[in-house]
T-cell receptor, first 112, second 113 residues
Framework: LAKTTQPISMDSYEGQEVNITCSHN???????ITWYQQFPSQGPRFIIQGYKTKVTNEVASLFIPADRKSSTLSLPRVSLSDTAVYYCLVPFMDTGRRALTFGSGTRLQVQP | NAGVTQTPKFQVLKTGQSMTLQCAQDMNHEYMSWYRQDPGMGLRLIHYSVGAGITDQGEVPNGYNVSRSTTEDFPLRLLSAAPSQTSVYFC????????????FGPGTRLLVL
């Protein structure tokens, strides 16, 4: 099944802004782009979701270009507690139905 | 609302044994999925369902069966456990399959000896 493509890992320091980009060439017209955060031994947790342009909530922003073939998760002023794995998820059309497959994720390490 | 519940939380099996991992949601979600996550790896889709009576195979369906007789329940059956199935299993549900927010259960840790 098709996958999204993200950097495997990123390093940052506390207080910096972190941008993680995901490529998703086969997104369908009406599907959402969703980002999740996962800590060790826990299930993924919803961060932010968008359809087009820009979405912002209390923890992150999501930028989506007009062609929707990529998206960028922006975490402002990261802290040590943001150390986690981040996944973008885009539905994939599989035998006529949408399969929600995760990519490999981006492991973010935030240092003091 | 309880959200997505999974039982058991932890299970040890011997090779060749069978078992069923239970998953239930009380949000009236049509879409449900099962994922497995091996240590240090990402989540891989095992099976999914777009509604009661409809199931499909995901990326790694071999060795697993599912059924969806009701909207609420989506059990995952291991037919004949193998050490390669040692993993953490997550169940998730969402309103639909267009990428709407998925709600995940707490996971089931399975060890196959």
């Amino acid at each position: 099944l098709a996958k999204t493509t993200q950097p495997i890992s990123m390093d940052s320091y506390e207080g910096q802004e972190v941008n993680i980009t995901c490529s998703h060439n086969n997104i369908a017209t009406n599907d959402y782009i969703t980002w999740y955060q996962q800590f060790p031994s826990q299930g993924p947790r919803f961060i932010i979701q968008g359809y087009k342009t820009k979405v912002t909530n209390e923890v992150a922003s999501l930028f989506i270009p007009a062609d929707r073939k990529s998206s960028t998760l922006s975490l402002p002023r990261v802290s040590l507690s943001d150390t986690a794995v981040y996944y973008c998820l885009v539905p994939f059309m599989d035998t006529g139905r949408r399969a929600l497959t995760f990519g490999s994720g981006t492991r973010l390490q935030v240092q003091p | 609302n309880a959200g997505v519940t999974q039982t058991p939380k932890f299970q040890v099996l011997k090779t060749g044994q069978s078992m069923t991992l239970q998953c239930a949601q009380d949000m009236n979600h049509e879409y449900m999925s099962w994922y497995r996550q091996d240590p240090g790896m990402g989540l891989r889709l095992i099976h999914y369902s777009v509604g009661a009576g409809i199931t499909d195979q995901g990326e790694v369906p071999n060795g697993y069966n599912v059924s969806r007789s009701t909207t609420e329940d989506f059990p995952l059956r291991l037919l004949s456990a193998a050490p390669s199935q040692t993993s953490v299993y997550f169940c998730a549900s969402s309103y639909g399959g267009r990428g709407e927010t998925q709600y995940f259960g707490p996971g089931t840790r399975l060890l196959v000896l």
